[in-house]
């Protein structure tokens, strides 16, 4: 079991950044393949960011040039730096691991989420 618990979301301003971590626990975190969704009011969950457990990223089309997935193995902690936020990108954010998990399918666990909301 691999528990994962998001943070850092918040209210900010258009053209502004903010930085969401992921804490995770429960088995080694380097093993999992790591994902951010997103789910705006009344839209499906959308594929962010994925990063594999080897370092190698892939970002949503909408997010490319914006956010930046990384991670702290020795810290257990995935994050998503995201720059020039825009209205659109308010949601409720989650993270996702899977051993297996390939940018879009196969996560395992999922994370509670952080609201994320941009304000015009």
């Known amino acids: 079991q691999v528990q994962l618990v998001e943070s850092g979301g918040g209210v900010v301003q258009a053209g502004g950044s903010l930085r969401l971590s992921c804490v995770a626990s429960g088995r080694t975190f380097s093993n999992y393949a790591m994902g951010w969704f997103r789910q705006a009011p009344g839209k499906e969950r959308e594929f962010v960011a994925f990063?594999?457990?080897?370092?190698?990223?892939n970002y949503a089309d909408f997010v490319k040039g914006r956010f930046t997935i990384s991670r702290d193995n020795a810290k257990n902690t995935v994050y998503l730096q995201m720059n020039s936020l825009k209205p659109e990108d308010t949601a409720v954010y989650y993270c996702a691991a899977g051993r297996l998990a390939t940018i879009i399918s196969g996560y395992e666990y999922w994370g509670q989420g952080t609201q994320v909301t941009v304000s015009s």
């Open positions: 990063m594999s457990r080897s370092g190698g990223t």
